[in-house]
């Protein structure tokens, strides 16, 4: 993570700023594992949720056999539900009337918390975004997570939430973006879902090098353990917005390193975008990852997006 002398300024605004809370903290600390650990990614030829009269349909959130997605018809981006093959419809829509705005009410993560399905998604002006939290679809009327504070690394949006659980507590990784455009990833935590603390030193990822399949950002993480380690997979944006996927590791969840494994679409209907993986594990060494991908690259829709399924394999070496 670089930091710079401007970092002690910045914890001093962040301290000051009032609306949002800071501290810090780590995930619960793994004892770790082999570190020789390397990845292969198969994926099924064909997508499994097409897009149909849609324009784009990405961002797969899964609990259980349900599918939460993002659909895209040209003007608004929605959520809506899938589930053994059977297309069940909108679920959740942007609101213009509130602070949701009526460009998106998607791009979300799951979790079935005491048998209801909560939803944190992203919505608010297209140009800077919050994350809400719908409740078995009934919304929170403010926004869970707001962007940053004046030159923040997450002034101009926060997105692409992925929610975890560890014991009591919900740790929630997300997009931020500054006023250059940077898109990087950094960790909040909670004890009820509702109020998030960030980390005060965030972001916990940082963009590539010149060159690097992720030098023009980052975002859509998926994080899990096994292993004995913290696992994250994440999308980066590369030269020409072309979109792979990278894979990171570490043992408390703030400290993490980037693995040299990167994965690219293997088939014509995701040749230039593969984005917003969805890890549900299958064993301690495979591992199901529902997918976005798209034959355009771009960096944000009108990709002819559809949903693929693969499966991440662990190998010690």
């Known amino acids: 993570m670089r930091r710079g002398l401007g970092s002690t300024l910045l914890v001093f605004v962040l301290a000051a700023s009032g609306c949002i809370r800071y501290g810090e903290f780590t995930l619960p600390p793994l004892g770790g594992g082999n570190p020789n650990i390397r990845f292969t990614f198969e994926e099924r030829p064909e ?11 990405l961002n797969p959130a899964t609990v259980g056999p349900d599918i939460y997605y993002s659909a895209w018809d040209g003007r608004t981006w929605r959520t809506a539900h899938y589930r053994n093959g059977i297309d069940l419809g909108v679920v959740l829509a942007p609101d213009p009337r509130t602070w949701e705005g009526s460009y998106i009410a998607a791009n ?13 998604y992203v919505a608010g002006p297209r140009e800077r975004p919050a994350i809400g939290l719908a409740r078995d679809w009934r919304k929170e009327p403010r926004p869970v997570l707001e962007p940053g504070p004046y030159m923040s690394w997450d002034e101009r949006g926060v997105a692409d939430p992925c929610v975890i659980r560890i014991g009591s507590e919900f740790y929630m990784y997300f997009l931020g973006q500054d006023r250059a455009a940077r898109q990087r990833i950094g960790v909040a935590r909670s004890s009820d879902g509702i109020h998030w603390q960030k980390l005060v030193s965030n972001p916990v990822l940082e963009i590539g090098e010149p060159g690097a399949f992720d030098e023009n950002g980052l975002g859509e993480p998926a994080v899990w353990q096994a292993r004995g380690y913290y696992w994250m997979l994440y999308t980066g944006r590369g030269s020409g917005e072309v979109r792979r996927l990278g894979i990171a590791r570490s043992s408390d969840g703030v400290h993490w390193t980037k693995l040299p494994d990167v994965f690219a679409g293997a088939s014509a ?8 993986p969805s890890v549900e594990a299958a064993g301690d060494s495979t591992f199901g990852v529902w997918f976005g991908g798209g034959d355009i690259a771009r960096p944000d829709e009108n990709l002819n997006g559809q949903i693929g399924y693969g499966v991440l394999h662990m190998t010690a070496q």
């Open 269 to 276: 209907w995701d040749s230039k975008v593969l984005c917003d």
């Open 47 to 57: 997508p499994v949720v097409r897009r149909g009269a849609w324009r784009d349909v």
């Open 108 to 120: 979300g993560s799951a979790l079935n918390v005491n048998g209801a399905v909560w939803y944190w």
